[in-house]
T-cell receptor
């Protein structure tokens, strides 16, 4: 079956522009997560969705970052007024059940470069 | 606060060797522990998830063990192959209404032909 997919795979944008990153989770997975991985850094949690609601958005670095999930499926991470420090690989994951109880499956990531 | 540590940071072995990767965590109240593999420039591939009630989980040449009381997990790779070269990460979820995983920094494995 299909795994987690993300688009675009690569995105280059100018500082100050807005970007949207998309995640399509595995069908039937109720939980969805966004993480990011900066060059040479570890994985940083951003936000957790259970269905369409986000019980934990504690990892969003600033109010320039927002995310939504619709229909219990697709999620979009939006970064407004991008800064160079936003450059990273943004990874999406999904699991059958949430609250840490389920195995998380990751997508291939979106590599964001802010110039 | 949960912290996850992986030792060693890097490991180089000749093909065919059996090897052990280590993961330790500070808070033993975990649901489960997950091992991942990451190839350069790629996402994470889930290798094994071991539940808190389990002591071992096996998949092919991989065997993960979990000792909650001592806050440790090991990933055993039998008969290593060059294709096993990658970064291996362990992660545990924190408690509460969140799915947040806390990751170790990873062990980068190189298996030489």
């Amino acid at each position: 079956g299909a795994g987690v997919s993300q688009s675009p795979s690569n995105k280059v944008t100018e500082k100050g522009k807005d970007v949207e990153l998309r995640c399509d989770p595995i069908s039937g997975h109720t939980a969805l997560y966004w993480y990011r991985q900066s060059l040479g850094q570890g994985l940083e949690f951003l936000i957790y969705f259970q269905g369409n609601s986000a019980p934990d958005k504690s990892g969003l670095p600033s109010d320039r970052f927002s995310a939504e999930r619709t229909g219990g499926s697709v999620s979009t991470l939006t970064i407004q007024r991008t800064q160079q420090e936003d450059s990273a690989v943004y990874l999406c994951a999904s699991s059958l059940v949430g609250q840490g109880a389920g195995e998380q499956y990751f997508g291939p990531g979106t590599r964001l470069t802010v110039t | 606060k949960q912290e996850v540590t992986q030792i060693p940071a890097a490991l180089s072995v000749p093909e065919g060797e059996n090897l052990v990767l280590n993961c330790s965590f500070t808070d033993s109240a975990i649901y489960n522990l997950q091992w991942f593999r990451q190839d350069p420039g790629k996402g994470l591939t889930s290798l094994l998830l071991i539940q808190s009630s389990q002591r071992e989980q096996t998949s092919g040449r991989l065997n993960a063990s979990l000792d909650k009381s001592s806050g440790r997990s090991t990933l055993y790779i039998a008969a290593s192959q060059p294709g096993d070269s990658a970064t291996y990460l362990c992660a545990v979820p924190i408690s509460g209404n969140t799915g947040k995983l806390i990751f170790g920094q990873g062990t980068t494995l190189q298996v030489k032909p």
